[in-house]
């Protein structure tokens, strides 16, 4: 089998690629950024490269190679050419509050997202949902992976009550530091050729778990540290790895400052299958499920089909995003205002000229 094909290189790529085939360009995945340099992995191997100035001139941030992306190359000895970018089949990405187009893309086609919590102090439903929420918002089926639990005397009780939440994706239990366990699930769920990115909370266990699956002993002081010109520090190290058994690790810092951005003009979202299963049913087609007449989740709620414990927590979440979009469209209101405020300034000091 090639390489590319090894890394998840299939035929929807392969589709975007052949107008670039007679230009003599190679393809390649990106694997690692850090800075400028790009590190690419082709059939020729790893190299390193930098984005040609046309494509950083005629694209947005978030449309930029990021890791996981595919990606057309003009191959060189030492410094290759980065010219384009496949188009991404999804990506892992965050918008940023306040600019409806902007958007942080953080990895690119991804398989399947591992949401981690540590069964220590991390454990928390509402955060989960966030980081589900956001996962499905991107269109990426989610691993929920509940670590740490050595820590605690029942951990099946904690996977109990996310099992309750009625999302339906696989809940496992897991010790980073019990390396016979970790291959039960890993084999099962990690499967080769398939991508998978690390999400979830400073301290959960992202580092241990991958320095364990990937069976190198890559110190988390090892990636590259750097100030930002505010002067706040930033890890700019983010790695797509092969693990032993032929699935790819994206583990990036960026991860880790990951929840719920919420736009002050987009409406409120929410992802549960049960729950949009559901509300195919409501009379109203934005029925928010929580007094309209005629509302097949309160219904299914009322009938015991839907369990009280999913619509409470829909609840909580739904107005969590009411109460962060409220804010966010008096922070637009006040800016506006602000902006008003400073061009009258202006005229008048150029009427009084001071
Ligand atoms: P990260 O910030 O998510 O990358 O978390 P780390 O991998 O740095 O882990 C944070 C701390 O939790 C470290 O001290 C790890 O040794 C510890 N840790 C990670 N996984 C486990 C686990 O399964 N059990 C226990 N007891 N400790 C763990
Ligand atoms: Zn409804």
């Known amino acids: 089998m090639s390489l590319l094909s090894q890394y998840g290189w299939n035929s929807h790529f392969e589709q975007h690629y052949t107008s670039f085939l007679n230009q003599g360009l190679e393809a390649g995945r990106v694997t690692a950024i850090n800075a400028f340099n790009h590190t690419i992995i082709s059939d020729n191997g790893s190299s390193t490269a930098m984005l040609a100035g046309a494509l950083m ?9 990021k890791v996981g992306d595919w990606v057309v190359f003009k191959p060189y000895d030492d410094q290759s050419i980065i010219i384009d970018v496949l188009p991404r089949q ?61 820590l605690v005397d029942a951990p099946e009780a904690y ?46 266990g992202k580092s241990t778990l991958f320095n364990a699956l990937s069976g190198l002993a890559i110190q988390k002081e090892g990636s590259v540290s750097t100030f930002n010109n505010k002067g706040q520090h930033t890890t700019t190290a983010r790695h797509l790895t092969m693990l032993p058994n032929g699935s790819m690790l994206i583990d990036s810092p960026g991860m880790r400052e990951f929840g719920l951005t919420i736009d002050a003009d987009e409406g409120v979202s929410f992802h549960h299958p049960q729950i949009e299963a559901l509300s195919a049913k409501c009379r109203f087609r934005d029925c928010t499920h929580q007094q309209e007449p005629g509302c097949a989740v309160i219904d299914a709620v009322e009938e015991g089909t839907l369990p009280m414990t999913v619509y409470r927590n829909y609840l909580k979440l739904i107005r969590e995003q009411y109460h962060y979009q409220a804010s966010a469209m008096e922070k637009k209101r006040m800016e506006q205002q602000f902006g008003k405020l400073s061009r009258q300034i202006n005229a008048l000091r150029r009427k009084r000229k001071y």
């Open 57 to 65: 001139n005629s694209k947005e941030t978030w449309e930029l190679p």
């Open 90 to 150: 999804n990506a892992i990405s965050r918008k940023l509050p306040g600019k409806s187009s902007q958007q942080q893309v953080i990895a690119a086609n991804i398989d399947a997202a591992l949401i981690i919590q540590g069964l220590d102090r991390d454990f928390n439903l509402q955060r989960l949902q966030r980081y589900l929420q956001q996962v499905y918002q991107c269109g990426i089926q989610p691993v929920i992976i509940l670590n740490k639990q050595d």
């Open 159 to 204: 996977r109990q009550q996310v099992l309750a939440l009625g999302y339906n994706c696989p809940v496992l239990l897991t010790s980073a530091l019990n390396h016979e366990q970790l291959g039960d699930w890993t084999s099962q769920y990690l499967q080769p050729g398939k991508t998978f990115a690390l999400l979830g909370s400073s301290g959960v």
